[in-house]
């Protein structure tokens, strides 16, 4: 029997939106700027928006809404649905009773998650991940989240802040040497633009990225190729104890990165595969993500079904 629920991504750019069946179907999706860099009440503004207008799709179409599912970037008492804080890029998004607001606003049921989480989780449902029980996913980008998947049952961590090196230089997170700080992209943006600097090569009127990093690359420029190779050892690193210690069947890569083409992916699993434990390797597929900027809403309406089928 198909069940609907509301499954909304926050950003700190945009909030995207959606009408989603259970068996992974968008119905009706919206996108809405999130008002971030104004307040908290902005942000709970535009989500009670984006909610409205997803219950008055599912009105035309003559469905009932099981519940809406949220996921927020920071860190999320999912027990007590409270979001306690972390999220940098959204002005005062820390302890608010998030769920509670939306709930009151709305009438319907609410859960929540981290945002990087849902995407995860997303992937293993509906995604790269289907099929397979054990999933560890990352997404490689301004930072790295993580999350680790038994079907519905488990949430994820902040995978991205496992230590890397020793005596390492400073992470946003408070700590020092972790594996964001070394492997997200925005490290390899920073790497590649202070040897760029060094070396006195410019890039007149083109903004330096992760895609222009990836264009030298393939045109074969020696420090794009330098940084790059350095950046997957770094990732590979990382994967690799994932791997040791979860021996998962599929690791799933999103992020921008992940979308550069099959190299990237070929790339990072030949260093993760250099450095991990071959017993514990042996039933591990590393792939990119397939549900691209869709797998945080239908991760978060997941958390709607999975409860209900409890």
Do not use: W
């Given at each position: 029997m198909k069940k609907y629920a509301i499954g909304i991504d926050l950003g700190g750019t945009s909030v995207k939106y959606a009408l989603i069946d259970n068996e992974g179907v968008f119905h009706f999706q919206g996108k809405l700027p999130s008002k971030a860099d104004v307040s908290a009440e902005a942000v709970i503004g535009q989500l009670v928006t984006a909610c409205k207008e997803a219950m008055a799709s599912a009105l035309q179409l003559g469905v009932a809404v099981e519940g809406i599912g949220i996921g927020t970037?920071?860190?999320?008492?999912e027990t007590n649905r409270i979001v306690l804080g972390g999220a940098e890029n959204i002005k005062g998004w820390e302890n608010l009773n998030l769920a509670d607001r939306i709930e009151a606003e709305t009438?319907?049921?609410?859960?929540?998650?981290?945002?990087?989480?849902?995407?995860?989780?997303?992937?293993?449902m509906y995604g790269a991940g289907q099929g397979a029980q054990n999933v560890v996913f990352l997404t490689v980008g301004t930072g790295i989240g993580g999350a680790l998947f038994n079907g519905f049952a488990n949430r994820?961590?902040?995978?991205?802040?496992?230590p890397l090196i020793a005596n390492g230089e400073p992470c946003a997170c408070g700590s020092v040497g972790c594996l964001e700080h070394y492997a997200s992209t925005s490290a390899l943006v920073r790497r590649f633009s202070k040897r760029a600097?060094?070396?006195?090569?410019?890039?007149?009127?083109?903004?330096?990225?992760?895609?222009?990093?990836?264009?030298?690359?393939?045109?074969?420029?020696?420090?794009?190729?330098?940084c790059l190779d350095e950046h997957c050892d770094f990732l590979g690193h990382g994967i690799a104890g994932f791997i040791n210690i979860f021996s998962p069947q599929r690791i799933v890569i999103g992020g921008?990165?992940?979308e550069a083409g099959d190299f990237y992916i070929r790339k990072v699993s030949e260093q993760a595969h250099r450095?991990?434990?071959?017993?514990?390797?042996?039933?591990?597929q590393i792939m990119a993500a397939s549900l691209g900027n869709k797998a945080g809403s239908i991760g978060a309406a997941s958390l709607v079904f999975s409860l209900n089928t409890k």
């Open positions: 970037p920071g860190i999320v008492d009438g319907l049921p609410v859960q929540m998650g981290n945002d990087a989480n849902l995407m995860g989780l997303g992937e293993t994820g961590t902040e995978l991205g802040h496992v600097a060094e070396a006195g090569i410019s890039f007149p009127g083109e903004e330096i990225n992760g895609e222009l990093i990836v264009r030298l690359y393939k045109e074969g420029d020696k420090l794009a190729t330098e921008g990165l992940s450095y991990a434990i071959a017993d514990c390797a042996v039933n591990t």
